[in-house]
C-alpha cells in the first residue's frame, strides 16, 4: 500500500510539472511580442462593468459586483448590543447579505425598472423641483434590489444618501421610543433616529464640507448649535445624545433640503415600503417604550399612534415633497408593510389551509397610498 501510495504521488508531480510546463509556454507565446494575453470574457450572466453609469440595456438581466466598500460602509446596522436579534443591513435586505457571505460575493441583478430610472437620473434637471419615483409590484419580485442598485449610482456620483429602507420596522417592530422634546404630544424614535444618524455620518462624512446651519438650534445649556456651522455637528450631536437623536434627525432633515436649495450638495432618498407612512394606524403604543410581542387585546390596541403623531414620521414625509432643487426621490410600494389584524404565526398556517380564497391584495401604487399618498 505504502508503495502504491508513492507511485501515485510521483505520478501526480509528474502530471503537475507538466502542466506547469504547458503553462509556461502558453504565457511565453502570449507575451513573445511584448503583449500580455487579454483576460478571459465574463460568463454570459455577468458583466465586468461594476460603474452603474455605463449599465445599458444591452446589459439587463446580468449580474454585476457590487464593490464591498459600498456594502460595508452602509451595513449592517450599528444596533444596540441588547437588540442582537434584530440585524438589519443599510444596504439590501439582510437574505440578500446572508447569501453574499454563504457565496463569498456581493452581486446584483440589472433589472428594467433600475435601467428605466438611470436614464431619467442622467437627463434629470436638478435646478428643477424633485423628481419622485415609486415602485410597484409583488412580493419578491425584486424592488428593495433596484433600490440597492440606485444607491450604487448614487453614491458614485457623490449624492448624500438617505437610505429609509426600514421604515417598516419604525412603525412595528421599533426599538425604543420617548415622548417629543421639540412639541408635546408626539413621539420621538430615538435608537431608531440614534441607529440612521450613524450610519448616515458613516455613508456620507465626505459629502457634507459645504453643508451649513441656516439658524440656531439649541437643546440644553451645553447642546447648541450656531447658524452657520457644519452640518456635521447636527449628526454628531444625534450619535452622541440619545435623547436628542430623534430631533436631530428632523434637523438633518430640514437643513438638507435648504442645502439643495442653495445648491450645496445633490441628495438622494430612498424610502422601501413607503406606504407605511400613509396608513391610519401604526403599532407604536405610546404608553410604552419599547416593542411588545402580540397578540394584543382592545385596551393596547386603543394605545396604538397615529402617524402624524411620530415626530420623525412627520419629517420624513416632508422630504417627500418636492418642493426643493437638486434631489431625486425614489421610493417603493409594498404589500407586507400593510398593518392589519390576522392570526398569531403558530395558527395562521390553519387559517391558510382553511381559506381557498385567492389573495386580492392589489400591489398597485394607489391601492397601497390611498388618496392621500397618491
Known amino acids: 500500500i505504502i508503495s502504491n501510495c508513492r507511485q501515485s504521488l510521483s505520478h501526480l508531480e509528474q502530471v503537475q510539472k507538466l502542466g506547469a510546463a504547458r503553462r509556461f509556454c502558453s504565457t511565453n507565446a502570449g507575451t513573445e511580442n511584448g503583449a500580455e494575453a487579454p483576460p478571459p470574457p465574463p460568463p454570459l450572466h455577468r458583466t465586468n ?23 460595508n460602509l452602509f451595513g449592517p446596522e450599528m444596533y444596540p448590543r441588547k437588540y442582537v436579534t ?16 454563504c457565496l463569498g460575493e456581493s452581486c446584483l441583478m440589472i433589472r428594467e425598472p433600475a435601467l428605466d430610472i438611470l436614464n431619467c437620473l442622467k437627463q434629470t434637471n436638478f435646478e428643477a423641483p424633485a423628481v419622485r419615483y415609486v415602485l410597484h409590484g409583488r412580493h419578491g419580485y425584486g424592488k428593495s434590489l433596484t433600490l440597492s442598485h440606485l444607491m450604487c449610482y448614487g453614491h458614485q456620483e457623490n449624492f448624500i444618501i438617505m437610505p429609509f429602507l426600514h421604515i417598516d420596522a419604525w412603525s412595528k417592530k421599533y426599538y425604543e421610543i420617548a415622548p417629543s422634546t421639540f412639541k408635546p404630544g408626539r413621539i420621538d424614535h430615538i435608537t431608531n433616529a440614534n441607529i440612521f444618524l450613524k450610519h448616515f455620518r458613516q455613508a ?12 440656531d438650534y439649541s437643546w440644553s445649556a451645553r447642546d447648541k448649535i450656531s447658524a452657520g456651522s457644519n452640518l456635521s455637528e447636527v449628526v454628531e450631536l444625534g450619535c ?7 430631533d436631530a434627525l428632523n434637523v438633518l432633515i430640514r437643513e438638507l433640503k435648504l442645502n439643495c436649495k442653495a445648491g450645496n450638495c445633490k441628495m438622494m432618498v430612498l424610502v422601501d415600503g413607503v ?40 419629517g420624513i414625509l416632508k422630504l417627500l415633497k418636492n418642493d ?7 421610493t417603493t410600494v409594498r404589500t407586507e408593510n400593510i398593518i392589519g389584524w390576522h392570526d398569531p404565526s403558530y395558527k395562521s398556517y390553519k387559517t391558510r389551509a382553511k381559506d381557498t380564497r385567492p389573495d386580492t391584495t392589489s400591489h398597485l401604487p394607489f391601492a397601497l397610498l390611498g388618496e392621500k399618498g397618491w
Open 240 to 246: 452622541d445624545r440619545l435623547n436628542f437623536a430623534s
Open 204 to 215: 456620507n462624512s465626505n459629502k457634507l464640507s459645504k453643508c451649513v446651519t441656516h439658524r
Open 275 to 314: 406606504n407605511t407612512l400613509f396608513q391610519d394606524s401604526t403599532l407604536v403604543n405610546k404608553e410604552t417604550t419599547t416593542y411588545k410581542h402580540g397578540p394584543y387585546d382592545e385596551q393596547y390596541t386603543s394605545k396604538f399612534a397615529k402617524v402624524e403623531e411620530c415626530s420623525n414620521f412627520v
Open 324 to 330: 426643493y432643487k437638486n434631489a431625486a426621490i425614489i
Open 49 to 71: 462593468e461594476s460603474l452603474v453609469r455605463n449599465h445599458t440595456t444591452s446589459l439587463k438581466g446580468k449580474f454585476f459586483t457590487v464593490d464591498p466598500k459600498i456594502v
Open 86 to 101: 434584530r440585524t438589519r443591513n443599510y444596504f439590501a435586505p439582510t437574505s440578500w447579505s446572508d447569501r453574499n457571505k
